[in-house]
């Protein structure tokens, strides 16, 4: 545990060391224990690094690509949604679709939809409101996903989701 939270560490520090680090880290680690955390790391760290920019700043390109052809490899669900919500993070557009595709298709699986939810939110991506619509409009008996869905469409800015769920 103690190198997950060293990860974790090197993210919050930032910097290019840090950064080549991590993606070592998530190229070389186990599929189902290092790769998730190494994802999330590499997700906060190209967070702070677009936030510290401010409105200028550009999308760390690498980290995303990186990401994104490792969702086509990884099975585990745990795992793909640590790199669902780390490109949500970074904010890498360019995996929209294939995440929105996967929500599509994994929309009864409740904790890999909610994390794809929030990670289509994080990247603002307006095309994907009417998919967490509808997971939150069928999702009255599956509370957690139902939640997820919902804070996305409030990021989203989606007005209607307070309806949505006042008749729920």
């Known amino acids: 545990q103690s190198k997950h939270f060293c990860l974790m560490a090197l993210a919050k520090i930032g910097g290019t060391k840090n950064r080549n680090e991590l993606l070592k880290a998530f190229n070389k680690g186990n599929k189902a224990i290092v790769k998730p955390w190494a994802a999330i790391s590499l997700g906060v760290l190209a967070f702070e690094a677009f936030k510290a920019a401010g409105d200028g700043a550009a999308m760390d390109v690498t980290i995303g690509e990186t990401l994104h052809r490792a969702l086509k490899d990884i099975k585990n669900p745990e795992t793909l949604a640590a790199i669902a919500?780390?490109?949500?993070?970074?904010?890498?557009?360019?995996?929209?679709?294939?995440?929105?595709?996967?929500?599509?298709?994994?929309?009864?699986?409740?904790?890999?939809?909610?994390?794809?939810?929030?990670?289509?939110?994080?990247?603002?991506?307006?095309?994907?409101?009417?998919?967490?619509?509808?997971?939150?409009?069928?999702?009255t008996r599956r509370p957690d996903l139902l939640k997820q869905a919902a804070i996305a469409l409030g990021k989203l800015g989606d007005k209607t989701v307070a309806d949505v769920l006042l008749k729920i």
Do not use: F, P, W
Not at 94 to 119: C, F, P, T, W
């Open 85 to 139: 919500v780390s490109l949500g993070l970074s904010k890498y557009r360019d995996a929209a679709d294939d995440l929105q595709n996967m929500l599509v298709r994994n929309k009864h699986k409740d904790e890999l939809a909610g994390y794809l939810a929030i990670s289509l939110a994080l990247m603002s991506s307006q095309r994907s409101v009417d998919d967490i619509r509808n997971i939150v409009t069928t999702s």
